[in-house]
Structure formats: C-alpha cells, structure tokens
C-alpha cells in the first residue's frame, strides 16, 4: 500500500451563525486548505463532502457543493457519521489513495447548524439517539453525556471541579484561537458561581460551562500519495494510524459507562496500526463536546490509567507545556462544534503542530500528534495519528 | 402486506412515550403488555437469548420466532441525569430524570418516577420498573424504588 499524507488543510472561522449558504460557507474551509498546499481544483482528483444531514436543507450536498468548488467532473460523494463524519472522511480518502485509485483527495466537512429554525433543532435534538426506545422519554445529548459523568464520579471519585478545570483549560486556549466562537476567559469561580451563566444546569450534573456550543463552519483536508505529497510544498504530514470503530446506539446495549468503548477500540486499532503507543504521542485533539468527554478521552486513549484522567488535568499535564497537551486550540469547548466540520478542525490543528505552524498555540517541536473524534455518545469514534518524517 | 387496507395497519407502537417517532414495528405487542400492565422484553424461542428492548429477530441464530416476559424482580441504578431543559414536546414536563437500570441480563433505559427526589437518587440503587398511562391515551413506564 502507498504511504499517504495530509498536504493541505484550512477551516473557516467557526461563528454563531454565517451570513452565507452552505456552499459558500464550504468554499471558505477549501479556499484555505488549497492555498496552504499551493493547489487548485485540477489538482483534486475526487472530493469526499461531510455533514451531519439532519441540519441541511440540500438533499445530497455533495453535488452543489462540488460544483460550487469547481471539482466537477471528479467523482464526489457524502459522509456521515454524526460529529465524526470529517474523520471519516479522512480514513477513506487514506484508504483511497493507499489502494491506488486516486491520488489526492480533498475531504469536506461543513455544518450550517442555523440552516434550521430553533424550533426545527428543538425537534431535532430529540431524535438524536435511538428514536424507538429511547427519543419517547425526551432525551437530549447533554444528558447521555451527563450520565457518563455521574458514572464516572460514582465510580472514581472525578468531581464537578475536575470538570471545571477542563472548561478552564479550553478557555485559555479558545482566547488565542482567532477561528474560536468563544474566546472568552471562563474561570474556575464562575463554574460554581449558582449566579453565573456558566453554572446553570443544562443536565446534571452538567452545568452550561460543561456543553460546547453549537456553530457553523467548515474544513477541509487534503489528502495524497507519496510521490505527490513530496512534489508539494508544505512538508508532509504522515497518515500513520487510521482506526473506527462503533457501539451500540441505545445506552441498555453497552457495558461500559466510565469510558467510551468506541473510542478505546479505535484507539487499538490506530495505535496497532501506527506502531506507537500512548507515551509517544506528543499533541492530541480529542472531541470535548462535554467536560467529561475531554476526561474519558485521557483515559480511552490511554493517557492515563482508567478512573487517573482527573490527575492529567489536575497537575496542568494536559496544557501547552505538559507531558501530554490536549486540545491547546480551544477544542470544541471553545472552537464551538460544527457536527460535519469537526473533525477536519481537529486535523487542521494537528497538522499545524506537527508543521511547527501553530503560533501561539504551538506546542515545543512535536513529531507525533492524534486525533480522537466521536460521532453521537461513542456511538462512532475515530482515531488518527500523525507523523512527520 | 400488501393489498392490506391503511385501517389495518397495526400502529399500536405511535402510542409509546411522551412524544412517539415510530409508528410500525413488528414488536408492536409491547404496547399491549404495558396497556395490561406488564413492560415485557423478548426471548429467542430458538436460542433462548433474552432482549430488552425488546427485538423481532435475533442476531445471534437469527431466528424470528421470539416469546415474551415480563421484566419482573429489581435492577440497580446505572446513572441518572436531570434534564433542565427538553426537546420539542417534552418542555412542559422538564424537569425530568432519564436513567437506566442494569438487570443483569439486559438493561432498561427510561424514566425516573418525577415523585422521587433526585437526592434519594444513588448508583447502585434498587428499583423496579412499572407501566404508567399518560394523558392522551399514551403509555409509557417509569422506574421506582423497590
């Protein structure tokens, strides 16, 4: 198989609500990434579009979206995997091109999450679990995720602190981010403060300052062939690990409440498959959609021992200058969460690091860098790893 | 199915819960359990493996033919979350405790009984699931202590 690597990557700025439609807001994501890897169009020989389709009006976007980015007549096609369509996208396109049939392929992901009335999300976020026996009880993602914190505080002792200080960290980082949605300082007295916004209840024991924010936004990737990426001109950053995995949909089909088994077995799999293991990882991005998703992911990876992640961010081991920093571009905590847009985020961001490209977010010289991104409550994880030569 | 008027459709499943977004299923038999009282799972007449919720077919010898039971005796408390706010059709009732509880065979997701204080609320805990009528002739089930 050819050895594949990410040549290009750009994201718009990720906002409240864009004052465009989708296909302009996608063109601000490949934009970047095609002038980050001194590309055009012709250079793209398929293109791979993500969204999360409940929050578009346009049947089939890949089509208007393709065209709109003048990648006509390559072939084009849709994604989905929730939150982690764009990674998904992305171990396609690597397995694409690591099979031979195209050489360079640019992986789209965008979420208009203002496409749709507030009225037509309230409806929507009902149904985002499983809609036969779960959605009649009124469930809402805040809460799935809020019973995977009550869990782990059951059974580790990880308390609403040990969460702030999650928020805390993001907010440090989502300040310096100039792509964030929210770039406000959040500290730790206002997540107890019962008088703050941030400490009112959404689902306990999630407090606002716990949940990311919804937003519009999009990236791009772009992917291709050695004997390519070599001829291009930024250095190449390596597809070293690719692993997916999923669990069951309805929570009375898991085991595991403390920790997200897709996630762990995605882990595996890309740990396996890049020949690293945890301790070699030098920057990661893992889906904070909620607090205590950012503490599993410690513990899911492999960062720390199950039941420890509280320690990583309790000794700051988790920030720029720590053993293991983790989502020192303000993650989705503070980027805000754009469900098809995500994941390429996530990517641009470590290929960034990985370039030595990310400014004040720059973390000292790394080599390695992973990717954790989940698609509904662990229904979908995926785990890439990156390297440079 | 076909050739069968609309009338005969057996829908019995939209009557499920707060807010219903299936209609057609062919467990449809659960809704007539709880309306007698019982929230009843499946089990494979074939292989003998148990389900809740409760499914048409098994995966493990993928046989159709399945026999009910009721979900009797206690399970224990996985986890819990209060929700401060709620879906589209939902918002009158917030606030409301999602939970689920572990029987050891299966689990059952659903409701917390809103007459039980959150603070008497512990992993672990001992309850029982029971049928509940809703308004509008709609039928659900909620976890109390045992």
Same mark, same amino acid.
């Given at each position: ?29 490949? !934009?970047?990434? *095609?002038?980050?890897? %001194?590309? =055009?169009?012709? #250079?793209?020989?398929?293109?791979? /579009?993500? &969204? ?97 914190? !009550?869990?782990? *505080?059951?059974?580790? %002792?990880? =308390?609403?602190? #040990?969460?702030?200080?999650?928020? /805390?960290? &993001? ?219 | ?146």
């Amino acid at each position: 198989m050819r050895r594949v690597a990410v040549v290009g990557v750009g994201q718009s700025e990720f906002v409240r609500a864009y004052p465009g439609s989708i296909r302009e807001l996608a063109f601000e994501g490949f !934009r970047e990434a *095609m002038q980050d890897g %001194g590309l =055009t169009p012709a #250079d793209i020989d398929a293109s791979i /579009v993500c &969204s999360a389709p409940e929050y578009d009006r346009q049947r089939s976007p890949a089509g208007v979206i393709a065209e709109y980015l003048g990648l006509n007549p390559q072939p084009t096609f849709y994604v989905e995997t929730l939150c982690s369509s764009s990674t998904s996208g992305v171990r396609l396109a690597w397995s694409l091109i690591a099979a031979g049939l195209h050489d360079v392929i640019a992986v789209i992901g965008f979420q208009k999450m203002s496409e749709i009335s507030s009225a037509e999300s309230q409806e929507r976020m009902g149904r985002g679990a499983d809609i036969q026996w779960e959605s009649p009880f009124g469930t809402m993602m805040p809460a799935y995720y809020a019973m995977y914190a !009550r869990a782990h *505080m059951a059974a580790y %002792g990880t =308390t609403l602190e #040990d969460l702030a200080l999650i928020r /805390v960290k &993001s907010s440090v980082y989502g300040k310096l981010n100039e792509k964030a949605v929210y770039r406000k300082e959040v500290t730790l007295p206002q997540l107890s403060d019962p008088q703050d916004r941030m400490a009112g209840p959404v689902a306990s024991p999630l407090r606002v300052g716990d949940c990311c924010a919804n937003a519009d936004g999009s990236s791009c990737i772009v992917l291709a062939a050695e004997e390519k990426a070599r001829a291009l001109r930024k250095k190449p950053v390596w597809v070293l690990g690719a692993g997916a995995a999923s669990a069951p949909v309805n929570l009375a089909g898991r085991d595991l409440f403390t920790g997200l088994s897709a996630a762990r077995e995605a882990a595996r799999q890309a740990y396996r498959m890049a020949g690293v293991g945890p301790g070699e990882i030098d920057v990661a991005e893992v889906h904070d959609c909620f607090t205590i998703a950012e503490l599993m992911a410690y513990e899911d990876l492999g960062f720390a021992a199950p039941g420890e992640g509280r320690e990583l961010i309790r000794s700051r081991a988790t920030y720029r200058e720590g053993k293991i920093p983790v989502n020192v571009d303000g993650g989705l905590l503070s980027k805000g969460h754009p469900i098809g847009a995500t994941g390429g985020s996530q990517v641009r961001t470590i290929v960034l690091q990985l370039r030595g490209e990310a400014g004040p977010m720059q973390v000292k010289d790394p080599r390695i860098g992973l990717v954790h991104n989940i698609g509904g409550v662990g229904l979908y994880g995926n785990v890439l790893i990156f390297g440079t030569d | 199915m076909a050739g069968k008027r609309e009338a005969e459709v057996d829908d019995r499943f939209r009557r499920f819960g707060t807010v219903g977004f299936t209609g057609i299923t062919r467990v449809n038999d659960f809704i007539t359990h709880l309306e007698e009282g019982r929230v009843a799972g499946t089990r494979c007449a074939a292989c003998g493996k148990v389900f809740f919720p409760p499914r048409a077919d098994c995966m493990a010898c993928f046989s159709s033919r399945m026999s009910w039971f009721p979900v009797e005796g206690h399970g224990r408390l996985v986890s819990w979350s209060r929700l401060a706010f709620g879906p589209a059709g939902f918002q009158e009732e917030v606030p409301y405790t999602i939970a689920l509880l572990d029987y050891g065979d299966f689990k059952v997701f659903g409701r917390i009984d809103r007459n039980l204080p959150e603070e008497e609320l512990a992993v672990g805990l001992a309850m029982t699931v029971r049928a509940e009528r809703l308004a509008g002739d709609r039928l659900s089930y909620v976890f109390v202590k045992a």
